[in-house]
């Protein structure tokens, strides 16, 4: 089922609401060991990919569907803000993030281009003249 990019980014901004509410309700129990906070550093990448998410389909809702993100604008931003509400929990929670969130940007950049990148090969056809 595909959803419209409105109606995606509805999902994932609510989505998002609710894992930054439960990382905020169960703060005390991530930072009570060391696996626990390298789990709230994975659920901040699941935060930044959410963030992503929402921001990519808010701007293709309102610029048109040929909108493509960049790196700068709006995947650094959405990291700092994942790291920081990480870094919430505990400063561990903050680094593990990072990490998270550039192997998981990685893997989305990489399912983009299998997915989205124009089969289109460019074919030079060569018509043969007969001389008379």
Same mark, same amino acid.
């Given at each position: #089922?595909?959803?419209? &990019?409105? !109606?995606?980014?509805? #999902? &994932?901004?609510?989505? =998002? =609401?609710?894992?930054? !509410?439960?990382?905020?309700?169960? !703060?005390?129990?991530?930072? $009570?060991?060391? +696996? ?5 550093? *994975?659920?901040? $990448?699941? +935060?930044?990919?959410? =963030? ?31 790291? &920081?509400?990480?870094?919430? +929990? ?7 993030? *990072?990490?998270? $969130?550039?192997? #998981?940007?990685?893997? =989305? +950049? ?16 060569? &018509? ?5």
């Amino acid at each position: #089922m595909v959803l419209k &990019s409105g !109606a995606s980014s509805f #999902m &994932s901004l609510l989505l =998002l =609401l609710v894992v930054f !509410a439960a990382m905020r309700l169960f !703060a005390e129990t991530l930072s $009570s060991s060391q +696996i626990l906070t390298i789990f709230g550093g *994975f659920f901040g $990448s699941l +935060i930044f990919v959410l =963030l992503i998410t929402f921001v990519n389909n808010f701007e293709r809702t309102l610029f048109g569907d040929e909108f493509c993100s960049g790196v700068f604008p709006e995947v650094a931003i959405c990291i700092v803000i994942a790291c &920081s509400f990480s870094a919430t +929990i505990h400063r561990v929670c903050g680094t593990t993030c *990072f990490i998270f $969130s550039l192997v #998981m940007l990685y893997y =989305l +950049i990489r399912i983009s281009h299998e997915v989205y990148q124009s089969n289109e090969q460019v074919t030079t056809s060569s &018509s043969s003249r007969k001389k008379k």
